[in-house]
């Protein structure tokens, strides 16, 4: 992506340093650090979390005595301070859209990744738009871009969501790993991939209700609510699934608490520096917001990686080498006739896709109920203590064990298959 970005974008330059750009230049670089450390690491700029057993009263001495000599800013703009996150703005610009990038793995894979820019998602992250076009466009269930891929033997996998998200932009990825025929008909794939993301713009433009939202259990009812109440639906659920992620998150080890709390302190109100990873806090959806960042799902604000070791068999396909990984690439322009954007045509919405149906699935109750096996085995302690087989036949054992003394929401399942067809050929491994 870099190589392929605006070259007076920061974001062009190499970010990871090597031997070669390291070497012989020490009095050099030390000096650049130590003028970078003095330009920019200020109180202003800094987030602190610390955990302890201490009381609040011993931590703040604490706090106070090792960090007051942290120098404040001299209140003067120094050059190149705002772009220290988010770089000098968005680094793709009109002649950087449409290209399609091709590139030569280690892997022996088919892949083709769309990116899109968008704005940063950070200032919202109340509502996750990014979160929730993941979401949308990453769901496998019937309906979703995968499994309309995989009824046409085109794709066995699907990823979606930020690859890169800066102060300034951010940088949503679609990528499929591709069938041997999903690769010979890569824009085949592309046409599913924008009619999904039509479908999601359709909706957001409508404004058609039925009027307030009802619990949905019939497919075939769902599919006939408008556009925007399905959406509306799916958002409740995504906010659910946030919520419950939240709850149950397993916990930090003290130095991952600290460092995870810091820096969301620098993105999030302090009443979220906990949970602003996981929830969505807006009751409802935003349909504005969402759209904002659904709109640039679009062909003509796109940049296509296409990955495959087939292209060192192909003459002059691959004219450029990564001048620091040494990976092969080629570059077509938007343009080029070989450009798999350029035949892509105006979406069109599809009968086999359509938003995730609802999840009967997805809990919203934890309040702990009594074992309803507990009165059958009341007076006999020593059964509570050992697994309780409560069903059996020649092929399942279901064996069950109450675990009460925290009185918490758990379920542990551990399933066992054994049978000797688990590999009747090698190639099922």
């Keep these: 992506m870099k190589n392929v970005s605006n070259p007076s974008s920061s974001f062009c330059k190499f970010s990871t340093g090597n031997l070669e750009t390291l070497a012989n230049c020490e009095a050099e670089v030390r000096e650049e650090l130590k003028t970078f450390h003095k330009n920019h690491y ?3 700029n800094m987030t602190l979390c610390v955990l302890g057993k201490e009381s609040i009263q011993e931590l703040e001495d604490m706090i106070t005595r090792l960090f007051s000599q942290v120098p404040s800013s001299s209140g ?3 050059e190149g301070s705002s772009s220290i996150v988010g770089f000098d703005g968005i680094p793709f610009s009109t002649e950087h859209i449409g290209r399609s990038v091709r590139i030569l793995p280690i892997a022996q894979n088919h892949e083709v990744e769309v990116l899109f820019p968008l704005p940063p998602t950070k200032p919202h992250y109340t509502q996750k738009p990014s979160r929730l076009l993941s979401h949308l466009i990453g769901h496998e269930s019937k309906g979703s871009i995968l499994s309309e891929l995989k009824r046409r033997g085109l794709a066995s996998t699907l ?3 930020l690859a890169r998200d800066y102060s300034s932009w951010s940088l949503f990825s679609v990528k499929v790993r591709l069938t041997d025929l999903g690769f010979e008909r890569v824009g085949e794939v592309l046409d599913i991939v924008f009619s999904y993301t039509l479908l999601i713009q359709e909706a957001l433009n409508s404004s058609e209700e039925s009027g307030k939202q009802q619990e949905i259990e019939d497919e075939h009812l769902f599919l006939a609510k408008p556009l925007i109440e399905q959406l509306k639906l799916v958002y409740d659920e995504a906010k659910q699934l946030g919520d419950n992620e939240f709850l149950f998150t397993s916990k930090y080890s003290a130095s991952q608490t600290v460092s995870t709390f810091a820096e969301n302190m620098k993105d999030y109100a302090g009443q979220h520096t906990m949970s602003g990873d996981y929830k969505f806090f807006d009751k409802e959806l935003n349909t504005p917001l969402i759209k904002l960042f659904s709109d640039c799902l679009v062909k003509e604000n796109c940049i296509l990686l296409l990955s495959s070791p087939t292209y060192q068999e192909i003459e002059g396909e691959l004219e450029c080498t990564d001048e620091w990984y040494g990976t092969r690439y080629g570059v ?10 350029s035949a892509v045509e ?3 919405l599809s009968e086999h896709l359509h938003f995730p149906l609802p999840n009967p699935y997805i809990a919203s109750n934890f309040q702990v109920v009594e074992d309803p096996m507990a009165d059958n085995l009341e007076g006999n302690s020593m059964e509570l203590e050992i697994p309780q087989l409560i069903y059996s036949d020649p092929h ?6 109450p675990k009460d003394c925290y009185f918490s929401f758990f379920l542990g399942l551990s399933t066992s298959i054994s049978s000797r067809m688990r590999f009747p050929k090698p190639s099922y491994i």
Excluded: C, D, K
Excluded at 332 to 341: F, G, I, K, M, V
Excluded at 396 to 401: G, L, M, N
């Design 42 to 44: 200020f109180a202003e």
């Design 76 to 78: 003067e703009e120094v």
């Design 159 to 161: 990823m979606a969501g």
């Design 332 to 341: 077509l322009e938007t343009s080029h006739p070989s450009n798999p954007l």
């Design 346 to 348: 105006p979406p069109q």
């Design 396 to 401: 399942i054992r279901f064996p069950y064990h």
